[in-house]
């Protein structure tokens, strides 16, 4: 199945470029264009586009509210989007993930990380960089600056199975680094954080690493060492 893919870029030579590495691979497809995060909005909602490459800074209206009012449209569910930004470590790009972003990649990615990072984003995993996620993480989604948590009572849907996978996947590990871990099958992993991301009606797994942060169930550890489920 070809995935569809909109580019929302204020920048029209950058947007030709990627629309002419996004169209040159057999299962991806560009759909539309926009210049500004109105357009993208509007367009989102017209062309319902598998992915959305979604850049911050743009003009009318910026990728942060515009990734919100997409994530929050309940006709837009099957939508991902996948931040562009400058700068991985950004204090914008955690409000996005929070508004429901799946990842994000910087503007000067290699021609393989984007097609990769587009696939990614499309099947519903979560595109967060080695690199950048820890930093994100401890200085930002663990904070409650913008607001208060959500309460750990959301968390009482979760079988004890459940829990420990999305604390898990919190922590960065994929599926068959937990299978190995916990010694199960990749399927099994999957199937209980997909059983997680229903109950907590979380679109993708970036949105479980927000709700694992934010209700407590994981915690931010000190520079340098590794995050903590608690419990």
């Known amino acids: ?23 040159a691979a057999d299962d991806l497809t560009v759909v539309g264009e926009a210049g500004d995060g109105r357009e993208a909005l509007r367009l989102t909602r017209e062309l319902r586009p598998d992915v959305v490459v979604m850049d911050i800074r743009m003009p009318e209206l910026d ?12 006709n837009l569910l099957g939508t991902h989007i996948l931040i562009l930004t400058t700068f991985e470590v950004d204090a914008y790009v955690a409000r996005a993930l929070r508004a429901g ?18 696939r990614t984003v499309a099947r519903g995993d ?17 904070a409650p600056e913008d607001g208060p948590p959500h309460l750990p009572d959301r968390l009482a849907t979760l079988t004890a199975r459940e829990r420990e996978m999305v604390a898990l996947v919190a922590t960065g590990l994929s599926n068959e680094d937990i299978a190995a871990r916990l010694v199960l099958s ?16 979380a679109r993708d797994r970036a949105q479980l ?23």
């Not at 972003?101 to 587009?118: M, N, R, T, W």
């Not at 990749?186 to 009606?201: D, I, Q």
């Open 1 to 23: 199945m070809t995935i569809r893919v909109l580019l929302a870029e204020d920048q029209a030579l950058l947007r030709r470029a990627f629309r002419l590495i996004i169209d």
């Open 63 to 74: 990728g942060l509210a515009a990734t919100a009012e997409i994530c929050a449209d309940q």
């Open 101 to 118: 972003a799946s990842g994000f990649i910087g503007k000067g990615v290699a021609v393989d990380e984007l097609l990769a990072a587009v």
């Open 126 to 142: 979560a595109l967060l960089s080695p690199t950048a996620t820890r930093a994100l993480i401890t200085r930002f989604l663990a």
């Open 186 to 201: 990749p399927f099994t992993v999957r199937t209980h954080v997909h059983r997680a991301m229903a109950k907590l009606e």
């Open 209 to 231: 690493v927000v709700i694992a942060y934010r209700t407590g169930l994981v915690r931010a550890a000190p520079s340098g060492t590794d995050d903590r489920p608690v419990g």
